[in-house]
């Protein structure tokens, strides 16, 4: 199993990017798929996660501001964010996990598959 991101950089506040997370090894439409961050100095935490059944769950501090989708045919998930926040610097993961669960940002099992991660610095 493999997990790609792609699409980080350093952005303005106020500004967007998309992320991308090509997998590979495993039928992301069966699975739950994640994305988190770690800013440094801080726990990692969950932003969103979208199950098999496209049921999604996000950080309180992102909703409204950040969109997960998944393509199935090109077995990538995407987040898109708007409206970047100096805070919203970290470095960004994509996870998978055939039963995981996400409660809250802090509070979250059962990801058992992650990408290397991929920097975002708003300024």
């Known amino acids: 199993v493999q997990l790609v991101e792609s699409g980080g950089g350093s952005v303005q506040a106020g500004g967007s990017l998309t992320l991308s997370c090509e997998v590979s090894?495993?039928?992301?439409?069966?699975?739950?798929m994640g994305w988190f961050r770690q800013a440094p100095g801080k726990e990692r935490e969950a932003v969103v996660v979208?199950?098999?059944?496209?049921?999604?769950v996000y950080a309180e501090s992102e909703k409204g501001r950040f969109t997960i989708s998944r393509d199935d045919g090109k077995s990538t998930i995407y987040l898109q964010m708007d409206y970047l926040k100096p805070e919203d610097t970290a470095i960004y993961y994509c996870?998978?996990?055939?039963?995981?669960?996400?409660?809250?940002?802090?509070?979250?099992?059962?990801?058992?598959?992650w990408g290397q991660g991929t920097q975002v610095t708003v300024s």
């Open positions: 996870a998978a996990g055939a039963r995981a669960r996400m409660y809250t940002e802090n509070n979250y099992r059962g990801f058992d598959a």
């Open positions: 090894g495993l039928d992301v439409s069966r699975y739950c």
């Open positions: 979208v199950d098999s059944v496209d049921l999604t």
